[in-house]
């Protein structure tokens, strides 16, 4: 009996002796497996640690439907963290919402519907960080894997409303219109301008959607409205009680709004200027060079381009002959220049230019002086003015007319004939040359007053020259300016002009060019070596029904010979039959950067307009939108992408660029899915390379530890397997309250037994101490201690025999249950 006692007694205090070192024991890390951030702590390992919340803060309550924004945060030297982002439901189900890489050190954020039945809900979330994500210096010292995890409860609220309201089947929080049995998760896309599927595009694959009303690149189909050009999927979401970027919110993120400073009607967050009671959603657009209607264009239509002139009396007024007249005029247009030519027509005589494609700056009056000029009569003055809006000229014109009176005198010219004006005969009272009987000439007047032009004369002829005189000299490559002119009574001829050099092809200067005649014209061309070089001027016209041809010669000689490739540029001359447009000057040459230096550097025949890449945009420094000229991915409104540089010109790099947006080793996997973005062999579709030291397929396992290389040559061995006495460590500490509950049962059922026996053999003495004791008593005792266990049931049942049946079943369920527990 006192062995037993002793036996119990040791195992109780073994027992409880292992509880003690069980509940005090530490994490322990792993080598090449997972450790708690607490050791990594004590034992120099990088520290590292996850935080979970809610917005309403862990323990809050929700609604059925509201959303639940978690937010997360991964605390490590490290750069980056695998984080995986469960929610458990009240209806026991767990959603995986987040799986991938995320940077360490920054709030994360994800967002997910509270749904029915009501009860418990738990945001957990397990952060694995893998060696190679720490910092250069730290990676030799600590290749272990680190694995840290938070959870964050909340409380999901009765009374739950419908879940299914139009019976398809699918939740409200996962049908994106729960009133419509047609739309859906999974529903096949009809073309009814509805998202049928639920997977944020409108009507793919239909081929009804082609126009893009609002032209914001959305056609109507997925444009939550095409009429807006601020609204379509992805735009930036404004404060203008819209659904701006289509996500099916309106005005999300923004302030509450109450002021409305301009009393315009509409709060801050919906006006756009709220300091000017012009400007609010709907107003009318005026042409103020402001966006009155809100909706990011001013002064949209052309409408609101016009130009205007007027005198300082008005239009129509009447003048003196000689009279000083202050004019006015002002070109109202979104451009900001306008080129402005004004024309003054007198009641006779040839038109006098008052500005002659001059630059003027927009909505702006300008003034200048005319003179009313006799005879007496309409005088007229015209303005046209070109502006270019939305990159494409537009053409103003306006005109303001007026009246001369009180003429000096009724003979202007002084050709001693009155003017018709006056009730003369002079038909051009402004020309001498021209009065009835006068001589009739070739100058495309009607010089006698007879209705007829330069009648009885051959006034058909054509004249070609050069600057340096025809039979003149020039040295090789020289420019050549040729002006030439179609004398006709015909108003217009087609002239050809060609270049007969004195070596090789001739070159066609102008081919069929339909020309005004009586005019003269310039054009340019070069001098070529060596010898007679001529021009040939040829013209067509109909005169009175008949074609005629008409031709002219200049001839010049050429001295004085340059190289084929004279400035050096590695192109000849086009002279000599090679490609260089301008063989004097080493910058231009066919395909050089075209310069903003007033030549055609690249020889395409453009002066100053270089697209050098090609990507349709001119470069800024010639006035174009194209900030750097040598790269197609750089202009204004591209698309910005990962890539160090300012793709849009907005003066940003990279801006609004997100982790999604980012593959550094081109293998299909951004980086915030990538565990390792810099190398191609890892990924999460990567299959796992079992002798390469990478967790290739990024599950936070690499090679031999992760369960796809359990049956590859390179994790197998012959030798025994080693226990792995820290690994056992780190499973008993994550086990160890399981165990310490283990370990307190055992101790319970000890010291139950132990009770019972002394309790059993209280019972005995009272008894035994309650009848005489003979000699025989003692010794049947003595010899009882020191019967074995059958002896002792044999002796039971001798003493059951003749009780009843339940009596006998229950002797022996108290022997088992005695002997159990002595065994125990």
């Known amino acids: 009996m006192k062995k037993r006692k002793d036996t119990a007694r040791t195992m109780i205090f073994a027992l409880m002796g292992l509880l003690v070192l069980v509940l005090s024991m530490p994490a322990v890390g792993v080598h090449g497996t997972l450790v708690d951030s607490n050791l990594a702590l004590e034992s120099g390992k990088p520290p590292s640690s996850v935080e ?37 439901t009240p209806g026991d189900e767990t959603q995986t919402l987040a799986r991938t890489t995320y940077t360490t050190n920054t709030v994360h954020s994800v967002t997910v519907t509270a749904e029915c039945p009501a009860g418990l809900g738990i945001m957990e979330i397990l952060a694995t960080i893998p060696p190679y994500y720490l910092p250069e210096q730290m990676v030799s010292q600590h290749q272990v894997y680190i694995q840290v995890s938070d959870m964050c409860h909340f409380y999901v609220d009765p009374p739950c409303e419908t879940l299914d309201s139009d019976n398809d089947g699918f939740y409200v929080s996962y049908d994106c219109d729960d009133s419509n049995p047609l739309v859906h998760p999974g529903a096949e896309e009809i073309c009814d301008g509805k998202d049928n599927d639920c997977d944020t595009t409108v009507d793919e694959g239909c081929y009804t959607c082609l126009a893009d009303w609002d032209h914001d690149s959305f ?10 050009r601020t609204v379509y999927p992805g735009a ?30 509409y709060s801050d967050c919906w006006d756009c200027n709220d300091n000017d009671p012009e400007m609010y959603p709907g107003a009318p657009e005026r042409c103020d060079g402001k966006d009155n209607d809100c909706d990011g264009r001013a002064d949209e239509g052309r409408w609101c381009n016009y130009v205007e002139i007027w005198i300082r009396g008005e239009c129509g007024a009447y003048y003196n ?79 303001c007319g007026f009246y001369v009176t009180n003429c000096s005198t009724n003979d202007n010219d002084g050709d001693g004939y009155d003017s018709v004006s006056s009730g003369g005969d002079d038909c051009d009272d402004s020309d001498p040359r021209i009065h009835p009987g006068a001589v009739e000439v070739c100058d495309g007047k009607d010089n006698d007053c007879d209705g007829f032009i330069d009648e009885g004369f051959d006034c058909n002829f054509v004249e070609i020259e050069v600057d340096n005189k025809c039979g ?17 009574s015909a108003p217009t001829a087609v002239v050809t002009i060609t270049n007969y050099p004195p070596k090789g092809a001739p070159t066609v200067l102008v081919s069929e060019k339909k020309l005004k005649t009586d005019k003269v014209y310039s054009i340019t ?67 050089a950067q075209e310069l903003c230096d007033g030549k055609d550097n690249n020889c395409d025949g453009i002066v100053d307009e270089p697209d050098n890449d090609r990507d349709g945009h001119i470069s800024g420094d010639c006035g174009g939108d194209d900030c750097d000229d040598s790269d ?52 999460p579709a990567a299959p796992e390379l079992c002798a ?133």
């Open 52 to 88: 979970l919340w809610v917005d309403r803060g862990c323990g809050g309550h929700y609604r059925d439907g509201e959303p639940i924004f978690v937010s997360f945060r991964v605390t490590s030297p490290a750069s980056h963290a695998v984080a995986i982002v469960r929610f458990h």
């Open 692 to 824: 390469d030291d990478k967790d290739n397929d990024c599950d936070g396992f690499i090679d031999c530890d992760d369960e796809e290389c359990e049956l590859d040559s390179a994790c197998k061995g012959f030798a025994l397997p080693s226990i792995d006495l820290t690994s056992i460590l780190a499973m008993i500490n994550t086990y160890k309250y399981f165990l310490a509950g283990g370990i307190c049962g055992i101790i319970a059922v000890i010291l139950t037994a132990f009770l019972l026996m002394r309790w059993r053999r209280g019972r005995e003495k009272e008894e035994e101490e309650a009848l005489p004791i003979t000699e025989k008593d003692v010794s049947l005792r003595e010899v009882e201690e020191e019967k074995t266990t059958e002896e002792i049931r044999e002796d039971l049942f001798e003493r059951l025999e003749g009780k009843s049946e339940e009596e006998t079943e229950v002797g022996e369920e108290i022997f088992d249950l005695g002997e159990g527990l002595t065994e125990l």
């Open 219 to 228: 056609p109507g189909c997925n444009d939550c409205n095409d009429h807006d």
């Open 525 to 591: 061309g070069t001098a070529q070596c060596a010898g007679l070089q001529t021009l040939l001027l040829t013209a067509t016209i109909v005169v009175e029904g008949a074609t005629l041809t008409l031709s002219d010669t200049c001839s010049f000689y050429v001295i004085n010979c340059r190289q084929p490739d004279d400035d050096g540029d590695g192109y000849n001359s086009v002279t000599v039959g090679g490609d260089d447009c301008d063989d004097s000057d080493p910058t231009v040459y066919p395909g």
């Open 472 to 488: 003149g000299y020039y040295n090789d490559r020289d420019t050549v300016n040729i002006s030439f002119k179609v004398s006709s």
């Open 321 to 399: 002959d000689g009279e000083l007249i202050d004019i006015y005029f002002s070109v109202h247009s979104s451009a900001p220049t306008a080129t402005v030519t004004i024309t003054d027509y007198p009641p006779q005589g040839e038109p006098t230019v008052l500005v002659s494609e001059g630059t003027f700056a927009t909505n702006q009056v300008y003034h200048l002086y005319g003179t009313a000029t006799c005879p007496m009569g309409l005088q007229l003055l015209i303005i046209t003015a070109v502006v270019t809006v939305e990159r494409e000229p537009v053409t103003l014109i306006d005109d």
């Open 236 to 265: 930036e979401e404004r404060c203008d009680g819209k659904d701006n970027d289509c996500d099916g919110l309106i005005d999300e993120g923004c302030c509450v709004c109450y002021d409305d400073n301009d009393r315009d009607g």
């Open 632 to 683: 197609p991915t750089v202009y204004w409104g591209a698309e910005e992408i990962y890539d160090a540089k300012d793709n849009n010109c907005n003066g940003e790099v990279d801006e609004g660029i997100t982790m999604d947006q980012i593959d550094n080793d081109q293998d299909g996997f951004a980086l915030s899915q990538d565990c390792n973005d810099n190398d191609p062999t890892v990924h």
